[in-house]
């Protein structure tokens, strides 16, 4: 399958900084790149969509503002965590996919970026 | 209501034995059904696909929907160590990747 990586694998800051974590589709181009939080014993909770070269679309609740994603081309996707706090500490994951033959457009997700702000 | 529900265990067999998981689910509008496998630490890799309601094998793992009862399941034979990890099961309408999750099940099979 297409591999998806991210970077950092972890990373932990302080409250009030900014963290970004880079998305990247190795070996094809990804025309639709996803973003994902995941608590543990919950649910991967979508968090917006977004498409080489257009904004994101975020899901209802999902501040925009806080969560910066830029997709500057088709193989890198970034997400920001402005002004970060503690309620912000999760596992991100990316997710990205491209047009398929066949019926079905499968998302191959990174190894996700565990965040924690003290 | 979630519109996806699996039970997070954990669950735990021998070596050797079947493992079935389950998921139900409330909207009548999804239409493709997902199960994918995590190891710790990392994201999610798909493992089967169905479309609409029937039966997939792929060697060991097996995928049952019936739509008319929003159930599905994964059936997973002579169950290996390296099967242990979390197994969602994800859901989507239009096949454009709108995915619902469920909590993921917790696998382990002992040696």
């Known amino acids: 399958g297409a591999v998806v990586s991210q970077h950092p694998s972890r990373v932990i800051c302080k409250s009030g900084t900014s963290v970004k974590i880079e998305c990247r589709s190795l070996d094809f181009q990804a025309t639709t790149m996803f973003w994902y939080r995941q608590f543990p014993k919950k649910s991967l909770m979508l968090m917006a969509t977004s498409n080489e070269g257009s904004k994101a679309t975020y899901e209802q609740g999902v501040e925009k503002d806080k969560f910066l994603i830029n997709h500057a081309s088709l193989t890198l996707s970034t997400l920001t965590v402005t002004s970060a706090h503690p309620e912000d500490s999760s596992f991100y994951i990316c997710s990205a996919s491209s047009p398929s033959t066949y019926s079905y457009n499968e998302q191959f997700f990174g190894p996700g970026t565990r965040l924690t702000v003290l | 209501q979630k519109e996806v529900e699996q039970d997070p265990g954990p669950l735990s067999v021998p070596e050797g034995a079947i493992v079935s998981l389950n998921c139900t689910y409330s909207?009548?509008?999804?239409?493709?059904f997902m199960w994918y496998r995590q190891y710790s630490r990392k994201g999610p890799e798909l493992l089967m696909y169905?479309?609409?309601?029937g039966n997939k094998e792929d060697g060991r793992f097996t995928a049952q929907v019936d739509k008319s009862s929003k159930y599905i399941s994964l059936f997973i034979r002579d169950s290996q160590p390296s099967d242990s990890a979390t197994y969602l099961c994800?859901?989507?309408?239009?096949?454009?990747?709108?995915?619902?999750f469920g909590t993921g099940t917790r696998l382990t099979v002992i040696p």
């Open positions: 909207n009548s509008a999804f239409q493709y």
């Open positions: 994800a859901m989507d309408q239009t096949g454009a990747n709108n995915l619902f």
């Open positions: 169905t479309y609409s309601s």
